[in-house]
């Protein structure tokens, strides 16, 4: 049992009580585990605390939906995918229109011999900082809004 | 519908996984009929709310569909998928906005079915086991994604160890301890409300 890291004999304590929950058992597994019970009462009581549970979750089934919903899932399905497909080429399309027009924008601002050059290399500056500004401010917001321990309690 | 004479419905399943493997969607659309009740129940044990359940089982087809070019036709098309339910529901649960809203919402999938034949409870008594229910659906509900998974897939879906070792791909000594753990878990719940 390679997830709890216990010793040889508790792992088979545990194999035996789970089995013997779920009717997987052997004949010589449960007159194994019968022999294990009346020597521990340790083990009879944790073997009472799990038959508990088991016997609670017996009677309980995952509740159905109607079944009209089947009747669209497919369609639903196949609109996810359209819809994906949809937003990755306009985010692709717009990414590209967007590095041409800012492109467009610098290379023509660079030649404008009309505005000071100062001018010119300041408004650049100021998108450049804007644009990483913006980033910067994304990127924080993205990384406390996983880490954020508050981020559920309601004003 | 039919694929070079052969109708979807007819068709086996790795025959449908073949030709949606080349790009054919309604082979796909076949597949997934075959398997939305039982891709939804899963999602809806892991996850535990109707809507996200069908949000998450449908986004799980269409990423599938997507990488529909790497399925084996040789291998069995639903433990396939589940990898990819499976990742897109953790994903969700380790929202912890997600996990506290179905903590509040914890017992709206789960319905109780009465022993058959069984004689009626006193109402002391049904109040008892309503209210152990009720703690046993939330102490699942909190339960680590892992041993939740292994816990859904034998009360609810039913499979033998051997069957849950094979669709998560873990020993099945993994998956008893986990369902050691997870039934630990519910039993100390239990045992705390008393």
Redo the contacts between chains.
């Keep these: 049992?390679?997830?709890?890291g216990n010793e040889p004999g508790l792992?088979r304590q545990?194999?035996l009580?789970?089995?013997a929950?779920?009717e997987?058992l052997t004949a010589e597994e449960r007159a194994e585990l019968e022999n294990r019970l009346a020597e521990q009462p340790e083990l009879r009581a944790e073997w009472q605390?799990?038959s508990?549970?088991?016997e609670?979750?017996?009677?309980?089934?995952?509740?159905n939906?109607p079944e009209e919903?089947?009747d669209g899932?497919?369609t639903?399905?196949?609109s996810?995918?359209e819809r994906?497909v949809g937003w990755l080429l306009v985010s692709i399309g717009a990414i590209i229109v967007g590095s041409w027009a800012v492109w467009e924008w610098i290379t023509a601002l660079l030649q404008d011999t009309e505005t000071p050059v100062a001018v010119r290399y300041s408004m650049i500056a100021l998108f450049v900082g804007l644009v990483i500004l913006l980033v910067s401010v994304a990127r924080h917001r993205l990384s406390v809004s996983k880490s954020d321990p508050y981020?559920?309690i309601q004003r | 519908m039919a694929h070079a004479g052969v109708r979807y419905s007819d068709a086996s399943e790795s025959a449908l996984m073949q030709w949606a493997s080349g790009g054919d969607?309604a082979a796909f659309?076949e597949l997934?009929?075959r398997n939305?009740?039982r891709g939804?129940?899963a999602a809806?044990?892991l996850v535990g709310s109707?809507d996200d359940a069908?949000d998450l089982s449908?986004?799980a087809?269409?990423r599938a569909?997507?990488h529909a070019g790497r399925m084996d036709p040789d291998r069995p098309f639903y433990p396939w998928f589940y990898q990819i339910l499976r990742r897109l529901c953790f994903n969700f649960l380790r929202d912890?906005?997600n996990r506290?809203r179905l903590l509040d919402e914890a017992g709206?999938?789960?319905?109780?079915?009465?022993?058959v034949g069984a004689a009626p409870e006193n109402p002391e008594l049904r109040l008892q086991?309503e209210d152990?229910?009720r703690i046993?659906?939330r102490a699942m509900t909190g339960l680590p994604e892992?041993q939740r998974e292994v816990?859904v897939l034998?009360?609810?879906e039913g499979l033998?160890?051997g069957e849950i070792a094979e669709l998560l791909d873990i020993?099945a000594?993994?998956v008893?301890?986990?369902?050691?753990?997870a039934?630990?878990g519910?039993?100390d719940a239990?045992?705390e409300h008393d």
């Design positions: 049992m390679t997830d709890k792992e545990a194999e009580m789970m089995r929950l779920d997987e605390r799990l508990r549970a088991r609670v979750t017996m009677g309980m089934k995952l509740r939906p919903v089947w899932y497919w639903s399905v196949y996810r995918l994906g981020k559920d | 969607s659309g997934v009929r939305m009740r939804y129940h809806l044990g109707h069908m449908q986004d087809f269409a569909l997507n912890r906005a506290r709206g999938w789960i319905r109780h079915d009465p022993i086991r152990a229910r046993i659906v892992v816990l034998r009360e609810f033998k160890y020993p000594g993994t008893m301890s986990r369902l050691y753990a039934r630990r519910l039993a239990l045992e």
